[in-house]
């Protein structure tokens, strides 16, 4: 349907008119009605993507709880330490055999979530419509660009939340399950740190603000689509840099013939010597001497060192960085209605 016809059903008669104003004298509702028709059919594959994947990953779940009970091999890993793992080692492999990639599929759809949603939803927000010109109709039916704009971002933002959190939660359920030691997937890897907790919803906000900025700056759907992808990504490999340094890491020592043994859910960043002074050593200033433990002495060596985040540093570097795109996200945003107010007024 076109958007003159979208524009002429919301005004049918005086009352529905009246009855859709908010005290300022603007369409408020009718305003969101007509988001919702140019944009029902992204609007739709949501919803559809939120009950399919919540359907695989609830059903995922019982699988996998069904396979570690039968098998007693919940929190065992390949190598384990724990008695009650002893002789377990095939079972795990057979378990990461079963289910090991149908979990990074879940992964995986969390992880691409946000791109889909900058590049199929926020990108042709508003350059569709910029592009083909009917932006112009819009701006004449009483409507002010900053409202336009709000209630343009406002509908999509609320459906990418519903959906990201949704889709966040069951994912978190199942993980409590089958993620960690016996999956090999561990909390700090690339594609479960960004499918769980608040990390995909904050995401989210920032594709679509990206792919609507985009938009509006470019005025070409395609392009801006192009941008949002290449922004996205160069977006994604930075926090992936920055991630390790959000919050301090936990140092181990380790004296003597103590065993250098971290727990399988610790994230292991560093490891080196510590002479008598405090000072940290490389462990490879050493590593090629042929005495070994000579130089070692000579550098008055008196232990050794790893940096880590353990597992109970997750929450707080996601919601950490859940922050810091959540601010890129509303600097995004800003931008946008900045240049919107600029253009038209």
Known sequence: MSTTADLGATGRGQHAQDADRAPGGAPVRGLLWLVWRQHRVAFVVLLALMVAGGVYMAVLRGRMSGFLDSHHIAGCSLIS?????????????????????????????????PFLVGI?????????????????????????????????????????????????AVFMWLWQVGGEEVSGSYWYSTTAYGSLGPVPVAQCLLGLAVGTLAGLLLRRTVVSMAVTLGVMGAVSLALQQLRPYLMAPTTVVFRGNESQQLKDTSWFLEQGHLTGTGSRMPTGLCAADPSYESCLRSHNVVASYVD????????????????IVLVLAVVATVIAFRVMKRRHG
């Open 120 to 168: 199929f939803i926020g990108a042709p927000l508003l350059a569709r419509e910029l592009e083909s010109g009917t932006h112009k109709l819009v701006l004449t039916q009483s409507v002010g660009p900053l409202r336009w704009l709000a209630a343009k971002i406002a509908l999509p933002a609320a459906a990418a939340v519903v959906t990201s959190a949704a889709l966040a």
């Open 81 to 113: 330490l724990d008695p009650h793992c002893a002789g377990t080692q095939n079972a795990v492999d057979a378990f990461r055999a079963s289910y090991g990639s149908q979990l990074r599929l879940a992964e995986m759809l969390l992880m691409a979530l």
């Open 308 to 323: 880590q985040h353990p597992v109970s540093h997750h929450w707080q570097l996601a919601w950490t960085e859940s922050g």
